[in-house]
C-alpha cells in the first residue's frame, strides 16, 4: 500500500537549535499536513499544504510542499524545550484517505 | 480550537469486558474518524463515517465496531476485550469539503489486563 517514509525517527537537539524533517512517498500527493502530538495529546495542526511549492509559515515552524509532490519539509528555527514531541506528516493522494507517516521524535538534549 | 472529546481518556479493564468509547464533537463535523496508535508510532486507521448511519472500515483491521446515530456522536465498541487491544484510540472529525485537515481529540488509552 502507499507508505509516508518520515525521517529522521529521532533527533536529540540543543534549545536554540533550528531543527529540519521531511517526509517522502513514492507517490504523488494533493495535500501535506503537519501535526504536532505532545505526550497523551491528540496531534494538533501545525501547517497544512494544498500546492506544489508551497511555502507556509506559523511562527518558528515553516513548511513546503515539495515541487515534485512527493514530499514535503519542516524547519523550526531556534528551537525551544516546548517543541518536544513528536512530529507527524499526513498527505492524501487524489481520490484516496489521508495517511499519516511514522513520526519524528524530537528531544532536547540535556 | 477544536471542539473535540473522548471519554474516558484512560481506562484499564480485565480480559474479556465489554466497553465503548465516547467521541463527541460539537463543530457539526460530517467525517469522524478513529485511529489505533501504539506510543509513539504511526496512527492507523480501523474506522470512519461519512456521515449518519454510514460507517466503514479503514485500513487497519479491528475487532472492534462503531455506530453514527447522531452526527456529534462516533462511539467505539469492543464486545470482548483483549490484552491485544492495549493502545491508544484517537478519535477525529472534519467538515465536508476540500480542505483534509482533521481535527483530533485527546484520545483514551486503554489497557487490557
Known amino acids: 500500500g502507499q507508505q509516508l517514509n518520515q525521517s529522521p525517527q529521532s533527533m536529540f537537539i540543543q534549545e536554540g537549535e533550528d531543527v529540519s524533517m521531511n517526509c517522502t512517498s513514492s507517490?504523488?500527493?494533493?495535500?501535506w499536513l503537519w501535526y504536532k502530538q505532545d505526550p497523551g495529546e491528540g496531534p494538533v495542526l501545525l501547517i497544512a499544504?494544498?500546492?506544489?511549492?508551497e511555502l507556509t509559515s506559523n511562527g518558528r515552524l515553516t513548511a513546503q510542499f515539495g515541487i515534485t509532490r512527493k514530499d514535503s519539509f519542516l524547519n523550526i528555527s531556534a528551537s525551544i524545550p516546548s517543541d518536544v514531541g513528536i512530529y507527524f506528516c499526513?498527505?492524501?493522494?487524489?481520490?484516496?484517505?489521508?495517511?499519516f507517516g511514522s513520526g519524528t521524535r524530537l528531544s532536547i538534549r540535556p | 480550537e477544536a471542539d473535540i472529546y473522548q471519554t474516558p481518556r484512560y481506562l484499564v479493564i480485565g480480559t474479556g469486558k465489554k466497553i465503548t468509547l465516547e467521541c463527541s464533537q460539537t463543530?457539526?463535523?460530517?467525517?469522524m474518524y478513529w485511529y489505533q496508535q501504539d506510543p509513539g508510532m504511526e496512527l492507523h486507521l480501523i474506522h470512519y463515517?461519512?456521515?449518519?448511519?454510514?460507517?466503514e472500515k479503514g485500513d487497519l483491521s479491528s475487532e472492534s465496531t462503531v455506530s453514527r446515530i447522531r452526527t456529534e456522536h462516533f462511539p467505539l465498541t469492543l464486545e470482548s476485550a483483549r490484552p491485544s487491544h492495549t493502545s491508544q484510540y484517537l478519535c477525529?472529525?472534519?467538515?465536508?469539503?476540500?480542505?483534509?485537515?482533521?481535527?483530533f481529540g485527546p484520545g483514551t488509552r486503554l489497557t487490557v489486563l
Open positions: 507517490s504523488i500527493f494533493n495535500t
Open positions: 477525529a472529525s472534519r467538515p465536508t469539503g476540500e480542505n483534509d485537515v482533521q481535527y
Open positions: 499544504l494544498y500546492k506544489a511549492g
Open positions: 463515517s461519512y456521515g449518519v448511519n454510514s460507517t
Open positions: 463543530m457539526g463535523h460530517d467525517k
Open positions: 499526513a498527505g492524501r493522494r487524489v481520490a484516496s484517505k489521508i495517511i
